[in-house]
């Protein structure tokens, strides 16, 4: 069970907007940043999104974070075949004193 | 082009040790917080241990505390993981991560290494 909650899956077409949910509560996303991550299968994470809507150096405006009370959103848009991946969130945890992640939501581009 | 190696793992039979290296290159590491995370079989991604650059504040998750112990060597450009008392639940692949900032604590990690993979069975 993870501290941070994602759906397990979400699936769209080439070219459609996607996006993935991360709800947490008051002592994570509702007082720290979300950070989001992406995995390729057999790859290591890579960030995507940091302190909420950054985006690193690299990473295609297409990808785009957004934050509010104690939940936050990863939007894709002009979804592609190279987009399918596992997404996780993650946030520190001023209870636990700890990074928190999210159990991963598994993109699939149909 | 800054790069992070974790080298270390294996096969260890349930209560065995083993000791988990990342070796920096191509950037100062000791200006950098650095961490260790893995993702188990059919898991996501689990945040273990977190260190400062002097070494002086360090921070566990809960499922590996008392049992893992996170060091670095700032004169190797090295960073370690002592993983004690292992149990079949700690089988996965392990990545070390550079935090984004040098210098700073913001807990997001720009660069990762190609990870480690740790086996625990009888």
């Known amino acids: 069970q993870s501290v941070l909650t994602q759906p397990p899956s979400a699936s769209g077409t080439p070219g459609q907007r996607v996006t993935i949910s991360c709800s947490g509560s008051s002592s994570n996303i509702g007082s720290n940043n979300v950070h989001w991550y992406q995995q390729l299968s057999g790859t290591a994470p890579k960030l995507l999104i940091y302190r909420n809507n950054q985006r690193p150096s690299g990473v295609p405006d297409r990808f785009s974070g957004a934050k509010s009370g104690t939940s936050a959103s990863l939007a894709i848009s002009g979804l592609r075949s190279e987009d399918e991946a596992d997404y996780y969130c993650?946030?520190?945890?001023?209870?636990?004193?700890?990074?928190?992640f999210g159990g991963g939501t598994r993109l699939t581009v149909l | 082009q800054a790069r992070l190696v974790e080298s270390g793992g294996g096969l260890v039979k349930p209560g065995g040790s083993l000791r988990l290296s990342c070796a920096a290159s191509?950037?100062?590491?000791?200006?950098?917080?650095m961490t260790w995370m893995r993702r188990a079989p059919g898991k996501g991604l689990e945040w273990l241990s977190y260190?400062?650059?002097?070494?002086?504040?360090?921070y566990y998750a809960d499922s590996v505390k008392g049992r893992f112990t996170i060091s670095r060597d700032n004169t190797r450009n090295s960073l370690y993981l002592q993983m004690n008392n292992l149990t079949p639940e700690d089988t996965a692949v392990y990545y070390c991560?550079?935090?984004?900032?040098?210098?700073?604590?913001?807990?997001?990690?720009?660069?990762w290494g190609r990870g480690a993979q740790v086996t625990v069975s009888s």
């Open positions: 993650a946030s520190w945890d001023d209870s636990l004193r700890g990074l928190v």
């Open positions: 991560a550079r935090e984004g900032l040098p210098r700073q604590s913001y807990w997001y990690f720009d660069l």
């Open positions: 191509e950037f100062t590491f000791s200006d950098y917080y």
């Open positions: 260190i400062s650059v002097s070494g002086s504040s360090i």
